[in-house]
């Protein structure tokens, strides 16, 4: 695949714009790629259709060749539909006892990952956790999953014979209830297909315990069955999230791509193993670079953005240091200090910057003052942002008008952007600002 992929390479050397015809030759190949990671072929696709029109126009960074910069989108695009919202290990199970219920096809995992997760619930979350087997059909199932309970030191439900899931699921609800458990979870019996019959029953215990998650197991080396899969459950029973096994095999997972276009559930954990020890929190980065199976070259184009931006900070320091410190500059310093994390967490990382942040604060300088501020700068004319020495009162209230803010707000800022350029000034003559600025980018 590298090979066929440098011939495109080769073809690919030209600077400027992705044109569509660039970005059409490198996404044939990303789609064979995603194939042979075992993404659906519906969903594989629509992924690069919808890169298609994403990718044509945007810019080719110096020293990439276009179809590198597409496999970088392509990577960049991936990851974005791999994540979630929130922490994919933090499950909700507040309110104790919270029901987890397990589903899937059978040997996909769900009574390994049942017990795996118990472990981690235990000993991660300091949770009482209690674990039920609902598999009433598999000879030994129940007691499966009583002999890894015992393993990790985790209670199961006693098992008493003729019950139906239901009635089992009930009995695993009021035993959490009396016996003061955090979290109950429910290990369901599976088919080899799905059938009318299964999900019945999944839905009646379902109805029975209202689970506060419903986890869908999934076999990570399955491509379009996984799709289906996920459809079935998501439409008859809901579920809340997927949990991916076998990643510590060769495939390449592009079922997790798959289940996230079609679901929309996050992926939570990750099995890779068959030990109990062998579950992870779903990490989209690592699992994209899986499916592309292109890590080399998304890595020599990051390489190559941060020469760039390396080169860009640089100049922006040798103008600092000559004491030009204009309305671009602060704007590209309070966003930048937004996603470090606000006020106080770069305060921390820059030296000399102590006073600051102390002038900051009592000036009330929080994050949402740093939204305002940028407001105002994008209400400035571009004249006006490269030397705001030309704000004079008229311009200053079309300014703060325009930002929806007072002529006092526009002052502050002001002041802020003068006594930022003659701090950086300063910074400068000492060494101090590259040192500083290590820190910003
Ligand atoms: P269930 O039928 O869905 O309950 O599936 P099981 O939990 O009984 O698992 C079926 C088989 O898959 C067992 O041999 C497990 O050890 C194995 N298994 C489960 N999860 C993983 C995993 O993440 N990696 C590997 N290699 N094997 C797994
Ligand atoms: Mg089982």
Request: charged letters at 25%; aromatic letters at 2%.
């Given at each position: ?60 960074t ?240 990051e390489k190559a953005q941060e020469t760039i931006e390396a080169a860009q900070a640089e100049r922006m ?15 590209s310093?309070?966003?930048q ?100 600025m290590?820190?910003m980018f």
């Amino acid at each position: 695949l590298s090979e066929r992929l440098g011939g495109v390479f080769d073809r690919l050397t030209k600077q400027g714009a992705l044109s569509e015809d660039d970005v059409k030759t490198a996404l044939r190949e990303v789609r064979v790629a995603l194939l042979e990671a075992d993404v659906s072929l519906p969903v594989a696709r629509d992924f690069v259709k919808a890169i298609q029109d994403k990718a044509t126009g945007q810019a080719v960074t110096k020293s990439i060749t276009p179809g590198q910069q597409v496999v970088k989108i392509v990577h960049d695009e991936l990851v974005h539909v791999l994540t979630g919202e929130g922490d994919p290990g933090a499950l909700k199970i507040d309110n104790a006892p919270a029901p987890i219920l397990m589903v899937g096809l059978q040997g996909s995992g769900k009574t390994t990952t049942t017990g795996k997760l118990a472990k981690r619930l235990t000993e991660k979350n300091g949770k009482r956790v209690l674990m039920a087997s609902l598999d009433i059909y598999r000879p030994a199932a129940q007691q499966q999953l009583a002999i890894l309970g015992t393993q990790i030191g985790v209670d199961t439900l006693p098992i008493v014979a003729g019950e139906s899931a239901v009635q089992i699921a009930k009995r695993a609800k009021q035993q959490a209830t009396l016996g003061g458990y955090d979290v109950y979870m429910l290990d369901t019996a599976g088919r080899l297909h799905i059938d009318e019959t299964l999900m019945q029953e999944v839905e009646d215990v379902r109805n029975a315990v209202n689970p506060r998650e419903t986890l869908l197991v999934v076999d990570g080396l399955t491509g379009q069955v996984a799709v289906e899969v996920a459809e079935e459950f998501d439409a008859k029973v809901g579920i809340t999230g997927v949990v991916l096994t076998r990643m510590d095999g060769d495939g390449r997972g592009g079922a997790a791509l798959s289940m996230r276009a079609v679901t929309g559930k996050p992926i939570r954990f990750v099995g890779l193993g068959e030990k109990m020890d062998a579950l992870d929190t779903f990490e989209p980065d690592r699992i994209a670079g899986r499916i592309l199976g292109m890590g080399d070259i998304v890595a020599l184009v990051e390489k190559a953005q941060e020469t760039i931006e390396a080169a860009q900070a640089e100049r922006m320091m040798k103008r600092f240091q000559k004491g030009q410190f204009n309305m671009n500059d602060l704007k590209s310093q309070l966003e930048q200090m937004i996603k470090m994390g606000g006020m106080e967490g770069i305060m921390g990382m820059m030296p000399g910057m102590g006073k600051m942040a102390k002038q900051a604060q009592g000036a009330g300088m929080d994050d949402k003052v740093l939204t305002r501020q940028i407001a105002l700068i994008q209400s400035m004319t571009k004249k006006e942002r490269a030397n705001p020495a030309l704000l004079q009162a008229s311009r200053k209230k079309r300014i703060a008008k325009g930002a929806g803010l007072e002529v006092s707000d526009l002052n502050k800022l002001l002041k802020m952007q003068r006594q930022m350029g003659d701090m950086m000034k300063k910074m400068g003559k000492g060494g101090m600002l590259k040192q500083a600025m290590k820190g910003m980018f």
